[in-house]
């Protein structure tokens, strides 16, 4: 079942890359969150570029200390940087080091929109990740698999053996993406993943916006607009989230990043629509 969403009222915009959207506002704010997104991706992917505690864990990648910046990376996507002006200050209050042993305490912790929400499914994420990098030695050791895979495979097969207790599909699949980003493991995802839970956010956005409940129909549509618009298919992630809160604060994850402007005209006209205004990149 899909969520009604708040959406504009049918103006007869018809385009195959969305075929759940008619009305041009719709179609719109989806280029605009798709630009928006791409930019988090190039903020994060940036040397040095990373703010807050992201830009931590890439430093410690960078000093060779993987093991704390993966486990800082994976405290990031279990907690969710706050939609507050400084979005990492409860993330920096609680996060321990990887050589504590221990998981944060969560006593009285504020969730981001982007995590788990919750302290006990929290600590049993935090819980049941520890014990899966020990059996293969460490976090670094566990991400990286055989020598020949690909970036791409890296990634599906983590993705697998990462459905552990209190991990959902959301932070499972942004802490893999910025642990590949921050230069932390070779990962890159090929696809969504939107078979992990169908209840998913960005499961349901992507029924809405494609039109259809497949969630394997509505993976072909999610790589489709991707290569229309040259992003990563990573990009839709947060982009179909943030299009279905169209008059809510949106959810940065961390990252404010204005979209650029050349990226912004190629997701609209793959949508069909015309040159940005001012309004638009806002």
Request: charge should be negative; hydrophobic fraction near 45%.
């Amino acid at each position: 079942m899909v969520r009604r969403l708040a959406r504009a009222a049918d103006d007869g915009y018809r385009n195959e890359l969305a075929p759940g959207l008619h009305a041009v506002p719709d179609a719109e704010r989806l280029a605009l969150e798709l630009g928006r997104s791409a930019a988090r991706l190039d903020a994060l992917a940036a040397p040095g570029g990373a703010p807050g505690a992201y830009g931590v864990a890439a430093r410690l990648g960078a000093d060779g200390r993987f093991e704390d910046g993966l486990w800082l990376a994976f405290q990031i996507a279990v907690l969710g940087p706050l939609d507050e002006p400084d979005p990492f200050a409860e993330i920096e209050r609680v996060a321990v080091g990887w050589a504590s042993g221990e998981p944060p305490q969560l006593e009285g912790a504020r969730f981001g929109r982007r995590g788990v929400g919750d302290p006990a499914r929290a600590l049993s994420a935090f819980g049941a990740y520890r014990a899966w990098a020990a059996r293969s030695g460490g976090q670094a050791a566990a991400l990286a698999g055989q020598p020949t895979w690909t970036a791409e495979r890296r990634f599906d097969r983590a993705f697998e053996r990462l459905a552990l207790p209190g991990l959902g599909r959301g932070p499972r699949f942004e802490f893999l993406l910025s642990a590949g980003l921050l230069g932390l493991a070779s990962l890159r995802p090929a696809s969504l993943h939107l078979l992990a839970d169908p209840r998913d956010a960005t499961a349901l956005a992507a029924k809405r916006v494609f039109g259809i409940g497949d969630p394997l129909l509505c993976e072909r549509r999610a790589a489709a607009l991707a290569d229309a618009c040259a992003l990563p298919v990573a990009a839709l992630d947060v982009a179909l989230v943030e299009w279905t809160r169209p008059d809510g604060p949106r959810a940065s994850g961390g990252v404010s990043a204005q979209p650029d402007p050349e990226q912004l005209e190629l997701a609209r006209s793959a949508l069909g629509l015309g040159p940005v205004s001012g309004s638009d990149a806002a």
